[in-house]
């Protein structure tokens, strides 16, 4: 499926040699493959938290991102609040962006198409009269999430669609928000 | 009991590998645990057809003479079929026999069964790649009183309860078996992940014949890009019928049938389905189209621009905007749930620890490198992308055998006593 000459140097930044060195690595190792995400966040007043990342464990052991991530969150004025940071909903969408984004990249890498510039926009409906209660026929998230990218890339239109299509597949965040996840929740 | 070989199955890989063995004299014997073409007889619906056509349901000098070469066996024909081939190559089967176990020994393998126990020093599986059912673990949250059964309980539309049907997968079998259904008045809902999409005509000519004039079939196992992939593919949704119609997400959906996601759970009395649904219809159409593209490129380099109808694409699969995340059993009057979900091979009774975590068989082609005079034949992409067709055990059986007559040459000039006396004929015409 190569729309790029072999000799042409292709680079999105992305190292796919060693995704596929890891695949070769944890094909023996499948308990090294087992990764933990963690997040923690703290009230800070009203309806804004600020959440902290950190640590994750991965490869059999803990492991730290190279500095702290901080992310905010709040509701808009429109709900009665103080509009300090984005809302829950739109930080999900941008998880969703972002994995997929990120697969973009990552696939193309793989099939040595080069990317020049790659954007999108998503939008996501939600009746808001499930999250107050109201109605137990509406849901509390959205009712469908549309994402539209805008692709300039040395490739054929069917390749990018392609290349998109492929990221889908294998992202995690799409995985997450269109199949179900158990999710607990308790008090200390 | 000894003998050289013992063959396990008398389907078309079994008999196959017996016409070669034969025609190298090897001594052998092949163990059927019910009659000639079992599977065919026992795990398959009333109407199902071979999706190859006639012409291309052949075994080794063995091919099809009849007056439709492009025409599809039924059932009946197909075990008729086997059962002249058996003939036609004299292959040694002992019917009603069914294997208890394979073991290694020291100088070969132990095959107990519910006859006599063989004693040998080669053993081709040829059991088949489908005999265990893969029911997903979320029908045990299936609320009582609907109906379940997999693809290979199934026989007919009549004999389901009245109402609604879901069937669960929309490769070959989950795509016939909806069309079959819904065309009887039960509604369809088709619950569908991955699947693979493929016209049953392409410019004016069976996909199996493009299959087979590209050299695609005979695509080998260590040319192939992703072999695991390629060997996990689902099946063509695809159907042998006489009027050549396809059976693909637009044709079921066209008949009115129900299109949902991926079965992604089962919870007080739904079914939750995937969000994905429009993205791996996108993939689908994106592969057919590939396939499609590859067809044309050899067409146009083989000079076949006018044998064959100019090119098209068919219509991209139609997702509705907002397909449904929940179906209700009981709002919706479904209750039978057919699982086309895939089946597994059954090496229960296979003592050899040759199976990787996931029980599968590791081999190398068809030769089990860890277990020395063990073979296997009829899995998807076992040697070739046809392994798994009537047409692929044929040339798997001559590559396999050749292997098999070099270990036998080795072990013997290694160890002369092991040498068998049996003449092949009388072995095999023992009653």
Known sequence: ?188 | MRTTAVVIGAGQAGLAMSSQLAARSIDHVVLERGEIANTWRTERWDSLTLLTPNWQSRLPGFGYEGDDPDGFRTMPETIAFLERYAKNVSAPVRTHCRVRSVRRSADGYDVLTTQASWHCEAVVLATGAFNIAQVPAVAQALPPGIAQLTSAEYRNPESLPKGGVMVVGAAASGAQIADEIHRTGRPVTVATGEHVRAPRTYRGRDIQWWMDATGLNDERYDEVDNLRRARSLPSFQIAGYPDRRNIDLNALTSLGVKLVGRLAGIRDGKAQLSGSLRNLCELSDLKQNRLLDTFDEWAAKNGLGNAVDPRHRPEPTRVEASPPLVVDFAREGIRTIVWATGLRPDYSWLEVPVLDPKGNICHDGGVVTEAPGLYVMGLPFLRRRKSSLIDGVGDDARDLSAHLAEYLGAIRRKSPRHFSCASPTAQGREA
């Open chain 1, 1 to 188: 499926m190569q729309t790029a000459k072999d000799d042409k140097v292709v680079n999105n930044g992305v190292n796919v040699a060693a995704l596929f060195g890891a695949q070769e690595a944890l094909k023996n190792a499948p308990e090294a493959a087992k990764f933990t995400w963690r997040s923690t966040v703290e009230w800070v007043d009203g309806t804004h938290s600020r959440s902290t990342i950190e640590g994750f464990y991965g490869l059999g052991a803990e492991q730290k991102h190279k500095k702290k991530f901080t992310f905010d969150a709040d509701h808009p004025e429109v709900f009665a609040a103080e509009d300090r940071s984005a809302t829950p909903v739109e930080i999900v969408l941008a998880g969703l962006a972002s994995c997929l984004t990120a697969g973009v990249a990552a696939v193309a890498q793989a099939r040595r198409i080069q990317l020049r510039s790659v954007s999108a926009t998503l939008e996501a409906g939600m009746d808001v009269r499930g999250i107050l209660g109201m109605d137990e026929d509406v849901r509390n998230g959205f009712d469908g999430i549309k994402v539209t990218y805008n692709i300039d890339a040395d490739a054929s239109p069917a390749d990018i669609k392609a290349i998109v299509a492929q990221s889908q597949k294998r992202s995690a965040v799409y995985d997450i928000i269109t199949n179900p996840t158990n999710v607990t929740v308790e008090v200390a």
